[in-house]
């Protein structure tokens, strides 16, 4: 069965940093393109970043450019996001979810996470 | 970025209706099109690709339909474990956009 879990999520100030991980099993991780989508308080649904299989081509949201980066480690089937210079309106759970394929190009993902929650708060 | 619009935002259906909801985007996305269901406190769940391509053990009352702009979610016989939140969803551009959701109740 395919599996993702995150963790990783908390309060932090503004400014601050955190990074998410997510935990996957049940596939081939390093077959599989990946992505981060997050969903503010009573919001909908945002696309904040994605990385390929394989060769690991990342993709970010301009909301989040320059300021999150997206890494994959295979060896240990893990999908991380890294966040530096929070923002109030980052506050947010996040989802990692799997894409069906190696690229994330005209792929939407199959199989969600169960969220980790960031609060960004002074 | 590719607009992507819900209609309605709610609706309140009885057990047994047939339901539908549209997306409309911003401009022709061919059918790079998915829906997602997501229950209260819940992650969301994948239930259509390629506008109408169910993913895998999701339920053949679900349907989708539509090509270039304009898409529809229909549930053929709606029961209590429907009650959710309908997001749709195009991947034909950069960046991946969703619609505002459609929020279904049961009467």
């Known amino acids: 069965e395919v599996q993702l879990l995150e963790s990783g999520g908390g309060l932090v100030q503004p400014g601050g940093s955190l990074r998410l991980s997510c935990a996957a099993s049940g596939f081939t991780f390093t077959s599989y393109a990946m992505t981060w989508v997050r969903q503010a308080p009573g919001k909908g649904l945002e696309w904040v970043s994605a990385?390929?299989?394989?060769?690991?081509?990342?993709y970010y949201a301009d909301s989040v450019k320059g300021r999150f980066t997206i890494s994959r480690d295979n060896s240990k089937n893990t999908l991380y996001l890294q966040m530096n210079s929070l923002r109030a309106e980052d506050t947010a759970v996040y989802y990692c979810?799997?894409?069906?394929?190696?690229?994330?190009?005209?792929?939407?993902?199959?199989?969600w996470g169960q969220g980790t929650t960031v609060t960004v708060s002074s | 970025d590719i607009q992507m619009t819900q209609s309605p935002s709610s609706l309140s259906a009885s057990v047994g209706d047939r339901v539908t909801i549209t997306c409309r985007a911003s401009q022709g996305i061919s059918n790079y099109l998915a829906w997602f269901q997501q229950k209260p406190g819940k992650a969301p769940k994948s239930l259509i690709y390629?506008?109408?391509s169910l993913q895998s053990g999701v339920p053949s009352k679900f349907s989708g339909s539509g090509s270039g702009t304009d898409f529809t979610l229909t549930i053929s016989s709606l029961q209590p474990e429907d009650s959710a939140t309908y997001y749709c969803q195009q991947y034909n551009s950069d960046p991946l956009t969703f619609g505002g959701g459609t929020k279904v109740e049961i009467k």
């Open positions: 979810a799997k894409y069906p394929y190696g690229s994330f190009y005209y792929y939407t993902m199959d199989v």
């Open positions: 990385i390929s299989g394989g060769d690991g081509i990342t």
């Open positions: 390629a506008a109408s």
